[in-house]
């Protein structure tokens, strides 16, 4: 939605049919990234480390109590991961793809 929305106002400003594709690709990958790849990643990790961790450190405590805990560490974390992602995925396309299409 969001891709649509940015390619949309791109065309609306009179962007020809190349700025709106750029725009929209931009966008698609950031999302791609900011809001799948990188998130997704980071959780998983972290998740498993904890397991792992805590699988070590309280082997008598049951493996699903164990797997709850990791579970609301893993949503608790969103918070705190979503603007350092952002900020991340902008500085890195910035570097990388904005350069490539002259964005």
Known sequence: ADTQDKAGK???AGGDHKEVAISAMDTLVWQAFASVI???????RLCAASL???????PTVAESS???AVTG???GSIPFIIHPIDNMVHAVMDNTTRKWIGK
């Open 10 to 12: 791109k065309l609306k």
């Open 38 to 44: 990188v998130p997704g990643f980071f959780i998983n």
């Open 52 to 58: 792992f961790g805590l699988a070590r450190a309280l």
């Open 66 to 68: 164990r797997k709850w």
């Open 73 to 75: 560490l893993g949503l």
